[in-house]
Each structure stands twice: as structure tokens, then as C-alpha cells.
């Protein structure tokens, strides 16, 4: 079988060091390789990065800088396709920019009548008018739509895409492996066993670990105010660790910080808080949530990540996507970022941590039936680009 080997673009929010953005970016790459190992074509990725250099000491692949649009169009122009996302890149909640970037990006490639492919995109909300014209306008020329959810499908559809035209697949994270640790980091964890956290010599004993990803988003800090006083109350009636796993760097260290000074010491529980820092690699993110006994987040990604690794989870919701992610598992957030209350975040954090089989038995299918349809951007991405498309 003769092997063609096709450059593909990929753009996405890439070169922030932001955990769950990396996690797609990863998990795109890793999904690429494994379908092209199955077929007679190589993929070669060019990566659209705010950090060229650290997106390819980090994954081995070349990448170029977003915002320098000679060497974009320079990468799109020699490629064989681009691939937008995954994440939620199309939204202007945060900002107007957003949407006219990507959206440009794509518009750049077919322009070229270069192929262009949405991969596992979460979209909007989009408020404004001009840009449901402009993701229409441009998502009725790529050759394959696929989205992370049911919202989101509905929203374009209400754009003005047919319904038969997009594809709904699990955000690509469901599919990201844990790491392969060397000897060394293996011996340092003990020996890569489960939920461990903290390499032996640190530990005095085994406590289960809770794994807290929290943000900046109430300006009054309400939400992490009832976090930090929710874990407080279970700490003071089991032993646990509560180990906080910033995902977005520096910005949720010092978010985590903050919960941490607002627990305050737990002398004389039995329990203890550390926050994981300085972690950037996702797959090490994976490894650190992989060993949770369970995981209270506010980022998507942390809940996908426990999701991908069968460790139980509560979210707390601060956009629909949140909820969105829950609702594939059957279930729903502990409360909003305005309505979280203390007392009930306890409550749901020991009603887990004491029902964890159970927890996880209810919701095994839906989880093996995410990780499974993870692959399947990459399985139309390559089966397009080998001509069979």
C-alpha cells in the first residue's frame, strides 16, 4: 500500500498553556495518528499557535504563530486542509473577536479551495446577528461539520445548517490516553498506582483525593466563597485531600490559591489541601485527575478529563456548555455560579465520595460510548483526505 502524507492546518486556541484547550489539541493529534496508522495516509500538522516554539517542543510537531497572517496563509497555502477546533471557539460572550478570527482562519483555506473540516466545536452563545450570518455562510462550504453537543447543533441549525449536515461527537478530550511515564516518574508515584497524587516520600498517608478546578468568574467571589466553605464542611467530617488543578495558568493558580486561604488550616481533621502547580501538559493534568476519588469543577475540560478517566464529578455551571456536558451523563450541575450554596455542595460531595460505585455503574455506558465516538472526526477527516470521502 503506497502512504500519501497530507499537511494539515489546525487552528484552535492553541500556545496559552490553558489545560483544556492543549487537552483538544492533543487529543486532535493523537486521534490523527491513530486513524492514519489505519489508512495510506500520513497526516503532517501545522498548528496555528500564540507560542510556535512551545506548541512544537511540546507536541513535536511544527507550528506557526496565529496572529502573523503572512505565515498563516503561508501554512494554509502549502497545506492539504485545515481543521477548526475543537473547544468552544465560536462564542462572543467573552469578547467579539473571537468568532471574526476563527471564522477568518477558515475563510483564508476556502478561499485556496482548500478543504476545511470542523472538528468537535462547542458554539455560543452567539449574540450578535452578523456573526450567525457569517458562521452560516461558512459552515455550509466545509466539507464536514461536527459539533460537541445537542445545543449546539440546534443553535446552527437555527443559523440556517441543515440538520443532516452536522454531526454531534463528544468534545475530542474524551479520547485523550494517560501519559506513559518513565521508570523514574513511575518509582517517584509509586509505581503509577491509582489515586496518588503526591510522590511517596510527601505522603504520610493515603486520603482520598478531591480534585477542585475552580476559576475566576463572580466579581465578589461568591461562588468560590461557598466552594471553599462546602469543602471546608468535608474536611471537617472525613479525612480527605483536597488537591485544587489549575487548568488555566496563572489565572486559576490564583484562583485556587484563594479557595485554599479561604478554607483555611484543617488542624486536627486528619485532612489536608495542596494545590497542583505549574502543570501545563495535559496529559500530566489527566494523570493528576486520573488518581481523584472524585472532582468538583468548574472547568469543562476538568469534568471531561474525570469523565474520560470513570472518576465521579459535580459541576458547577457558569456557562451552558457545563451543563450541556452533564446532561450526556445524566446529570446536572450542583448549582450556578450565583446560586451554589454550601451546605448543599457537602452534601453532594459525601453523598458521592460515599456512593462512588454506585455513581459510576449508573453512568458506565454513556461514558464507553463517548470515549468510542471520540475518534470519529478523525475517521472522516482521513477518510476524505485518502480520496474515499
Not at 449546539?152 to 463528544?170: C, E, M, T, Y
Not at 489515586?195 to 478546578?213: A, F, N, Y
Request: hydrophobic residues 35%; glycine residues 8%.
Amino acid at each position: 500500500m503506497v502512504t500519501t502524507t497530507k499537511k494539515i492546518v489546525i487552528s484552535g486556541y492553541y500556545g496559552f498553556q490553558n489545560s483544556g484547550d492543549e487537552a483538544v489539541l492533543k487529543s486532535i493529534l493523537t486521534a490523527l495518528e491513530s486513524e492514519s496508522q489505519r489508512t495510506n495516509v500520513q497526516v503532517e500538522p501545522i498548528v496555528l499557535s500564540g507560542d510556535p516554539e512551545w506548541t512544537q517542543k511540546t507536541y513535536g510537531v511544527r507550528a506557526v504563530h496565529r496572529m502573523k497572517l503572512g505565515e498563516v496563509r503561508r501554512a494554509i497555502k502549502e497545506s492539504d486542509g485545515l481543521i477548526s477546533g475543537g473547544g468552544s471557539l465560536l462564542q462572543d460572550a467573552t469578547g467579539w473577536k473571537s468568532i471574526p478570527y476563527y471564522l477568518g482562519v477558515i475563510k483564508i483555506a476556502q478561499n485556496m479551495k482548500k478543504p476545511t473540516f470542523i472538528y468537535s466545536q462547542g458554539i455560543g452563545p452567539v449574540k450578535r446577528g452578523i456573526f450567525k450570518t457569517m458562521i452560516r455562510g461558512i459552515f455550509k462550504h466545509c466539507e464536514y461539520v461536527s459539533v460537541r453537543d445537542e445545543e449546539s447543533a440546534k443553535l446552527i441549525q437555527d443559523f440556517g445548517i441543515r440538520w443532516n449536515d452536522v454531526h454531534i461527537v463528544p468534545d475530542p478530550v474524551m479520547g485523550l490516553p494517560l501519559p506513559e511515564l518513565t521508570k523514574v516518574q513511575q518509582a517517584s508515584y509509586g509505581g503509577g498506582s491509582a489515586r496518588r497524587t503526591t510522590p511517596k516520600s510527601e505522603q504520610e498517608e493515603e486520603l482520598p483525593v478531591i480534585g477542585v478546578s475552580v476559576r475566576f468568574w463572580e466579581k465578589d467571589r461568591t461562588e468560590l466563597n461557598q466552594i471553599a466553605e462546602g469543602l471546608k464542611q468535608l474536611a471537617s467530617k472525613h479525612k480527605v485531600h483536597i488537591r485544587l488543578l489549575p487548568f488555566h495558568l496563572p489565572s486559576d493558580e490564583e484562583a485556587s490559591t484563594y479557595v485554599k486561604q479561604r478554607i483555611g488550616p484543617l488542624h486536627g481533621t486528619g485532612s489536608k489541601v495542596s494545590i497542583c502547580s505549574n502543570v501545563t501538559d495535559p496529559q500530566m493534568m489527566l494523570l493528576e485527575v486520573s488518581r481523584c476519588e472524585l472532582v468538583l469543577g468548574m472547568r469543562l475540560h476538568s469534568l471531561i478529563y474525570a469523565a474520560s478517566q470513570r472518576v465521579p464529578m459535580i459541576g458547577v455551571s457558569y456557562d451552558p456548555k457545563i451543563d450541556a456536558f452533564l446532561h450526556r451523563l445524566d446529570s446536572q450541575a450542583i448549582g450556578t455560579t450565583t446560586s451554589l450554596q454550601a451546605d448543599k455542595l457537602a452534601e453532594e460531595l459525601e453523598q458521592i465520595l460515599t456512593n462512588r460505585k454506585e455513581w459510576l455503574e449508573t453512568r458506565e455506558e454513556a461514558i464507553a460510548s463517548l470515549k468510542e465516538q471520540a475518534q470519529e472526526p478523525a475517521v472522516h477527516i482521513l477518510k476524505f483526505l485518502s480520496g474515499k470521502g
